[in-house]
């Protein structure tokens, strides 16, 4: 399985300021009671950042009719967030949190400019489809207090957004829905083991573990296990209750080794996973999200669970893998 650090040779670099390397933690003693969900696990744990990364540059304000520069409240100040023009309906409308991929934590003009060839990081099938999309930047990134955490508070600012989104009237409470791709993968599988409050979730291209990534590309403590352990979306997917759908190309460069893992530790959890044949890590995005978004858009009863046609869905992705 190839490290993420290989996938995305396209990053920024953040403007960082290296700590003193503290003392190697010990991980938290276990209880005896029963965790519920992630925020329940990582209760009484505080994590600890040998590096302190933020970028410190404010988000481009979008052309107008595209996306909207907005900012919702969260427990370290405002933070930054792309949304898609609201419908002119007073009806209540569908909405997406779409967690870009990478460590940036950051929103910027990728999000509107023209995409070449079938990378489409943007997830703009959404917005096409009608779905109001939320592109919610977190701790560290942009002009946003705070520091990046890889994995960790960001998962509180998102939940912080998912609440901003249920305080607008044009919202439906019962389908906000969530993805995100590689890291913005990884977090929406942490997400849906902290949180209920999801209609649906997709991960395109996620880690099963921080370990994934490489130690020189984290921010925190990796020697301590339960730092790594609270951030590894494999180890608490019994805790996922809410239906879940891990897409992945089969072609280099890929993770596709990781829908194997994942499929192994769900067991008894509503996770499917899907090869996307042909296609690889970021030209999956593309025929992925434009799929999902035409399945939101149908999904107007509420009164039950969110399904997928699966038999459509398997035509569609194969599960046999066809390596090139």
């Given at each position: 399985m190839p490290r993420f650090a290989a996938l995305l040779p396209w990053l920024v670099p953040i403007v960082a300021v290296t700590c003193s390397n503290p003392r190697h933690g010990q991980p938290e003693k276990r209880t005896a009671r029963t965790v519920t969900s992630l925020v329940d696990a990582r209760r009484g744990f505080t994590t600890t950042l040998i590096a302190r990364k933020r970028l410190g540059v404010a988000a481009p304000r979008?052309?107008?009719?595209?996306?909207?520069?907005?900012?919702?409240?969260?427990?370290?100040?405002?933070?930054?967030?792309?949304?898609?023009?609201?419908?002119?309906?007073?009806?209540?409308?569908?909405?997406?949190?779409?967690?870009?991929?990478?460590?940036?934590?950051?929103?910027?003009?990728?999000?509107w400019e023209t995409?070449?060839?079938?990378?489409?990081?943007?997830?703009?099938?959404?917005?096409?489809?009608?779905?109001?999309?939320?592109?919610?930047?977190?701790?560290?990134?942009?002009?946003?207090?705070?520091?990046?955490?890889?994995?960790?508070?960001?998962?509180?600012?998102?939940?912080?957004?998912?609440?901003?989104?249920?305080?607008?009237?044009?919202?439906?409470?019962?389908r906000i829905y969530l993805g995100g791709h590689s890291t913005g993968g990884t977090m929406a599988l942490l997400l849906g083991e902290a949180s209920t409050g999801f209609r649906a979730i997709v991960s395109i291209g996620p880690a099963a573990s921080t370990e994934e990534y490489g130690a020189k590309s984290l921010t925190y403590d990796t020697r301590n296990p339960r730092e790594n352990e609270?951030?590894?979306?494999?180890?608490?997917?019994?805790?996922?209750?809410?239906?879940?759908?891990?897409?992945?190309?089969?072609?280099?460069?890929?993770?596709?080794?990781?829908?194997?893992?994942?499929?192994?530790?769900?067991?008894?959890?509503?996770l499917l996973t899907f090869p996307v044949t042909g296609e690889d890590h970021f030209s999956c995005i593309a025929p992925v999200t434009q799929y999902m978004a035409r399945a939101f858009a149908r999904d107007t009863d509420t009164s039950r669970p969110f399904t997928l046609d699966l038999g459509e869905t398997r035509r569609r992705f194969p599960k046999k893998v066809i390596q090139p």
């Amino acid at each position: 399985m190839p490290r993420f650090a290989a996938l995305l040779p396209w990053l920024v670099p953040i403007v960082a300021v290296t700590c003193s390397n503290p003392r190697h933690g010990q991980p938290e003693k276990r209880t005896a009671r029963t965790v519920t969900s992630l925020v329940d696990a990582r209760r009484g744990f505080t994590t600890t950042l040998i590096a302190r990364k933020r970028l410190g540059v404010a988000a481009p304000r979008p052309p107008a009719g595209i996306l909207d520069l907005v900012t919702y409240p969260t427990a370290l100040g405002p933070m930054a967030a792309y949304l898609s023009p609201r419908p002119a309906s007073k009806a209540r409308h569908p909405v997406i949190i779409w967690v870009y991929g990478t460590f940036r934590n950051s929103i910027g003009s990728f999000l509107w400019e023209t995409v070449k060839g079938h990378a489409d990081m943007t997830a703009r099938a959404f917005r096409e489809a009608g779905i109001v999309t939320m592109y919610p930047s977190t701790r560290g990134g942009n002009d946003n207090p705070g520091y990046v955490e890889c994995l960790y508070g960001e998962l509180d600012d998102i939940l912080a957004a998912r609440r901003w989104l249920l305080a607008q009237p044009w919202v439906d409470p019962a389908r906000i829905y969530l993805g995100g791709h590689s890291t913005g993968g990884t977090m929406a599988l942490l997400l849906g083991e902290a949180s209920t409050g999801f209609r649906a979730i997709v991960s395109i291209g996620p880690a099963a573990s921080t370990e994934e990534y490489g130690a020189k590309s984290l921010t925190y403590d990796t020697r301590n296990p339960r730092e790594n352990e609270l951030r590894n979306p494999s180890r608490w997917l019994h805790l996922l209750k809410t239906p879940t759908y891990v897409f992945e190309g089969t072609r280099q460069p890929t993770n596709i080794d990781v829908l194997a893992v994942l499929r192994k530790r769900a067991r008894d959890t509503p996770l499917l996973t899907f090869p996307v044949t042909g296609e690889d890590h970021f030209s999956c995005i593309a025929p992925v999200t434009q799929y999902m978004a035409r399945a939101f858009a149908r999904d107007t009863d509420t009164s039950r669970p969110f399904t997928l046609d699966l038999g459509e869905t398997r035509r569609r992705f194969p599960k046999k893998v066809i390596q090139p």
